[in-house]
Nanobody, 123 residues
Framework: QVQLVESGGGLAQPGGSLRLSCTAS????????MSWARQAHGKGLEWVSG????????DYADSVKGRFTISRDNAKNTVYLQMNSLKPEDTALYFC????????????????WGKGTLVTVSS
């Protein structure tokens, strides 16, 4: 049974940092590109970042470029999202997703999804 479990969400102040983690099981993690997406209240799903299965390529939405960093540890079946310089507009439910490909990181390639972790940025 495939499982993606996100953690690390919470309340942060503007300008602060959070680190999200997503631990996977039930499939061969090292064969899957991974991505993060988010959904703010009342808005659609927004792709945030993605990383190839071997970590050789990463990409970011313009809205987070230079502030967020995606990484992965295939030995731990875990993907991370380091979020710095947080803004109130980063407030959203953040989802981890696994692709059906080694080298495609965008929403239409995602096959499995976690249930999300809530990030709130507020003073």
């Amino acid at each position: 049974q495939v499982q993606l479990v996100e953690s690390g969400g919470g309340l942060a102040q503007p300008g602060g940092s959070l680190r999200l983690s997503c631990t996977a099981s039930g499939f061969t993690f090292s064969n899957s590109a991974m991505s993060w997406a988010r959904q703010a209240h009342g808005k659609g799903l927004e792709w945030v970042s993605g990383i190839y299965s071997d970590g050789s390529f990463t990409d970011y939405a313009d809205s987070v470029k230079g502030r967020f960093t995606i990484s992965r540890d295939n030995a731990k079946n875990t993907v991370y999202l380091q979020m710095n310089s947080l803004k109130p507009e980063d407030t959203a439910l953040y989802f981890c997703a696994a692709a059906g490909y080694k080298d495609y990181v965008y929403l239409d390639g995602m096959e499995y999804w976690g249930k999300g972790t809530l990030v709130t940025v507020s003073s």
